[in-house]
């Protein structure tokens, strides 16, 4: 379970991107967050692995207190949620099974890492997720020579070698068309039922909410204004989380 109370941020300069956001996520459960650009999507999953600082509240996964935790044990639960991001975060001139193998950065001692040797164990999980994600043979190939979806395969990947029992991914298709975004949702709805990962996903499309999520929340301005099924978005609803003159499509 993992369970966001009163989370409250403000950046530097009195910007104030969370504003007492409290909810709870089950165990296997693939949540969904939407919002405007803006609204404050991005800085909530940075919180809960701490890449950025809440200013207030508290975050607790299975009963680790994650706002309270020491940067030892912060690198340790790190090692069980993976984060898939917007824009890839690939090293372009490295190669593809080198960054997957990133994922591992966490388990591996850092005088190796630094020197990318990594154990035939973790090579071979590296290429196993490869595999998984038919991305296998452009193990060799320089992340910068891949498409964007192919990248944001390569991601998944990265993400998946932890083994994670909790999934972040901010605005992973917003990058990509929809035939991409719907391919790239079922690699995450696959991790999400065949490996039970929890799964927290930011979206800016309701289509891609109604078709893979089993509960959403909507953030409007840093304020929670929705939690609830996918199916209870209606008319009235919609305007409140994405303003009174937006126009539903699809």
């Known amino acids: 379970m993992l369970k966001v109370e009163h989370l409250t941020k403000v950046y530097e300069g009195g910007v104030r991107a969370l504003e007492d956001v409290s909810f709870e996520v089950p165990d296997g459960q693939f949540l969904a967050i939407i919002g405007l650009s803006g609204s404050g999507k991005s800085t909530l999953l940075r919180c809960i ?3 950025i600082e809440p200013t207030e509240g508290r975050i607790t996964w299975n009963g680790k207190d994650i706002t309270a935790a020491s940067q030892e044990d912060l690198r340790r639960i790190r090692r069980r949620i993976g984060m898939v991001f917007q824009h890839f975060n690939l090293v372009n001139r490295s190669k593809v099974v080198t960054n997957v193998l990133a994922g591992r950065l966490g388990y591996t001692n850092p005088a190796s890492s630094i020197i ?9 999980r590296a290429m196993a997720q490869l595999e998984r994600v038919g991305l296998s043979e452009k193990a060799s190939s320089r992340a910068d020579e891949l498409s964007g979806g192919q990248q944001q395969r390569v991601g998944i990947a990265r993400a998946m ?3 994670p029992e909790l999934l972040l991914a901010d605005e992973p298709v917003a990058s990509l068309d929809p035939v991409l975004a719907h391919s790239i949702m079922r690699y995450l709805q696959a991790i999400n039922r065949g490996d039970e ?20 929340i909507a953030l409007n301005e840093g304020k929670l204004v929705f939690e609830g099924a996918p199916g209870e978005i209606d008319d009235v609803r919609f305007k409140q989380i994405y303003g009174k003159d937006a126009e539903r499509v699809g």
């Open 49 to 51: 692995n701490r890449l």
């Open 116 to 124: 990318n040797r990594f154990s035939k164990a973790d090579l071979d």
């Open 161 to 163: 070698i932890q083994s």
């Open 197 to 216: 990962v929890t799964v927290l996903c930011s979206l800016h499309f309701l289509d891609l909410v109604h078709a893979y999520a089993d509960r959403a």
